[in-house]
């Protein structure tokens, strides 16, 4: 059986100084690809790096994709399908908009691939594949067959990166997060010693990411995560709520087993927006205070903002940078506010009227598509745009880290190669919205 397993291409082009995509060893397509037998001939294709040869017709196409991506998912699904391949959608935005993905699939997959895949194979086989698989409970971690890594081109990846999950899900249930949608608001973890094994695996051990949405979620689980880590003497990142700062135990730990970053969401400054988006855990700590923890344990942080919020007025663009500058914030990501299908912001804003393009392109949370409320279309694009602009200058990096300790020094080299990709992708973003204005 052959089959081929693509990842669309980004609407939003990131480059590199050598003018090459920025590509990480994703774990979804090589955690699909654990699901086939093993002599399955499988073919991993990139759309962003791989050229596609619809002329090369597998037994069956898997894609996988986003919000943004879907357009191009659908493209290559339909071309695909009429020279008769078997097309199966899979991913968080097919999961939200099943109905939508069904025209361009023979089967669409909603939610997790270990829940669905076996039966999904069966009824391929036996030909008789149904619209729909959606299973009625959520996967159990213990035993996942380990990402098919081996089945992706290194040399045209991030070398110096690799990927492992520790956890799926998160408690909280913020309203314009997906992750609840998709993997239910439910917190698993896998068995610590099946992730040290399969750490110690690993190739490209230089750095490791660890991909969970809140790897300190249940603090005695991590806890013990960290102790077992702390021999394999790694460098690692990962994301965690600003609640990790009152655990000093937990902080220490994190430090010591070798975490040097964390992504962390702020989101805003602004009690009103966080209770108005129900993300009401960053309402119980002080962000000042929180920072300054984490940075005295010898961790960085990769602070995530959104504009567009509520109670967002003129003055948030420039409040927010401030307070990235003053804080130290080593890295940052900017987002507009954007009501992704299957969240309960886009119930929200879609039964108040207020979206006004539904171009599934514009949804990579750098274009307006909604109607702000206290800020025009206009001012909160150009409030977006002047943010990241402003915190990629050499003036805002050299106030991030110049007291020059290893976090800093870390960083600098990252903040460089995000200026060049935040650079691109602006522009990328400005040229098309002006041909659409041409149009």
């Known amino acids: 059986m052959r089959v081929h397993l693509i990842s669309p291409r980004s609407p939003v082009t990131v480059i590199t100084k050598r003018e090459k995509a920025i590509q990480f060893s994703r774990l979804s397509l090589t955690t699909v690809a654990a ?9 991993i294709i990139n759309d962003s790096l791989d050229e596609i040869n619809f002329n090369d017709t597998p037994d069956m196409v898997g894609i996988t994709c986003i919000t943004s991506t879907a357009p191009r998912a659908y493209e290559i699904a339909d071309r695909y399908r009429e020279k008769g391949v078997p097309v199966i959608l899979g991913g968080i935005h097919p999961t939200a908009m099943p109905q939508e993905a069904a025209k361009h ?9 270990e829940a669905t895949m076996p039966q ?7 030909g008789k594949l149904q619209q729909f ?5 959520r996967p159990n971690l213990i035993h996942l067959p380990l990402p098919r890594k081996e089945l992706l081109f290194g040399n045209r990846y991030y070398r110096e990166m690799d990927m492992v999950q520790t956890t799926r899900g998160c408690p909280f249930a913020c309203d314009f997060c997906s992750v609840s949608d998709f993997f239910g608001r439910t917190y698993r973890t896998r068995p610590i010693e099946e992730v040290v094994r399969e750490v110690k695996l690993l190739k490209n051990r230089t750095i490791l990411f660890f991909v969970d949405d809140n790897i300190a979620a249940h603090p005695t689980y991590a806890k013990q995560l960290f102790t077992a880590l702390l021999p394999l003497k790694i460098r690692w990142f990962g994301q965690a709520s600003i609640a990790i700062a009152q655990n000093k135990e937990l ?47 010898g961790i960085g ?12 007025n003129e003055g948030v663009f420039e409040n927010t940078v401030q307070f990235i500058e003053q804080n130290r914030i080593e890295l940052a990501s900017f987002s507009i506010l954007t009501p992704l299908p299957g969240t309960r912001l886009y119930e929200q804003f879609n039964s108040q009227g207020r979206i006004f393009d539904r171009n599934w392109e514009k949804y990579t949370c750098g274009e307006v598509v909604f109607k702000p409320a206290l800020l025009t279309v206009d001012q909160l694009q150009e409030g977006y745009y002047w943010a990241r602009k402003h915190i990629s200058t050499y003036g805002s990096i050299a106030k991030r880290t110049m007291y020059l300790n290893k976090i800093a020094l870390l960083s600098i080299p990252v903040n460089l190669v995000m200026r060049k990709a935040s650079r691109a992708s ?14």
């Open 133 to 137: 698989y959606r299973a009625t409970e």
């Open 251 to 297: 902080l220490k730990l994190a430090a010591k087993s070798g975490c040097k970053g964390l992504f962390i969401g702020f989101e805003t400054l602004s009690d009103f927006n966080l209770q108005q988006v129900h993300k009401k855990v960053n309402l119980a700590f002080d962000f000042q205070e929180g920072i300054k923890k984490i940075h005295d344990s």
């Open 105 to 113: 699939a023979d089967a669409v997959v909603m939610g997790e691939a």
């Open 35 to 43: 699901q086939f037998p093993i002599d399955t001939d499988i073919h």
């Open 426 to 439: 602006l522009k990328n973003i400005k040229a098309r919205k002006d041909h659409e204005k041409k149009r």
């Open 301 to 312: 942080i990769i602070g995530a903002f959104i504009f567009g919020f509520d109670g967002d």
């Open 120 to 126: 999904l194979l069966q009824d391929f086989h036996a």
